[in-house]
């Protein structure tokens, strides 16, 4: 009975191991939003990049030349605007829980 006495009124390392919880806590939530804060901001360098390959000038033109043995016709290339061509084109949309019929 000395020995479980003992371990009951011991509180040795109690509070060691509550500040631990606690410094442990703070720093996953840290953590989780600077994680969160990392992926916004890779998706906005990843639109960035990809709206600088969108606004590249595709279109070429090589004229033709003409003799008097014979001649090359020219060729030509027009390049379209794609649909996500601006910045700005991905945006965050809210999330539908299980019972949600927005489908």
């Given at each position: 009975m000395t020995t479980f006495a003992a371990l009951i009124n011991d509180e040795?390392?109690?509070?060691?191991?509550?500040?631990?919880?606690?410094?442990s806590?703070?720093?996953?939530?840290?953590?989780i939003v600077g994680?969160?804060?990392?992926?916004?901001?890779?998706n906005h360098e990843l639109e960035d990049v990809g709206s600088a390959f969108g606004s590249i000038n595709q279109t070429f033109c090589v004229k033709g030349i003409k003799?008097?043995?014979?001649?090359?016709?020219?060729?030509?290339?027009?390049?379209n605007i794609d649909s996500c061509d601006s910045n700005s084109d991905i945006?965050?949309?809210?999330?539908?829980g299980e019972g949600s019929s927005n489908y």
């Open positions: 040795s390392g109690f509070i060691v191991s509550a500040e631990l919880v606690l410094v806590t703070i720093a996953v939530l840290a953590m994680l969160s804060e990392v992926a916004i901001n890779v003799g008097c043995q014979g001649y090359s016709s020219g060729t030509e290339f027009r390049d945006m965050g949309v809210s999330t539908q």
